[in-house]
């Protein structure tokens, strides 16, 4: 069975950092292009950072030069490191697979984070 699961999420306090993976499962990770997207209450889901299978990164404005993705093939997992935190990053944080080969497009069930005093 194809699957994406999140984990990091937490409290944190302003200032602070997070590390995010994204673990997959019934599927090679290196063959996707992999994105986390976050959505806060009220708002529309926005990109966050994604990185292609060819290991290209891109950010969304809000976030660079403070949050990095990465990739390892060996655990097939991709992560988030979210350094600077601001009340404004508070959101549900959402994996993404996307393989347009095979028109495949996976998502994972979220892991929420707080940033917050």
């Known amino acids: 069975q194809v699957q994406l699961v999140e984990s990091g999420g937490g409290l944190v306090q302003p200032g602070g950092s997070l590390r995010l993976s994204c673990a997959a499962s019934g599927m090679t990770f290196g063959f996707y292009t992999v994105g986390w997207y976050r959505q806060a209450p009220g708002k529309q889901r926005e990109l966050v950072a994604v990185?292609?299978?060819?290991?290209?990164?891109t950010y969304g404005d809000s976030v660079k030069g403070r949050f990095t993705i990465s990739r390892d093939s060996a655990k097939n997992t991709v992560y988030l490191q979210m350094n600077s935190l601001k009340p404004e990053d508070t959101a549900v944080y959402s994996c993404?697979?996307?393989?347009?080969?095979?028109?495949?497009?996976?998502w994972g069930q979220g892991t929420q984070v707080m940033v917050s005093s």
């Open positions: 993404n697979a996307k393989r347009s080969d095979f028109n495949l497009d996976i």
């Open positions: 990185i292609t299978d060819g290991g290209r990164t």
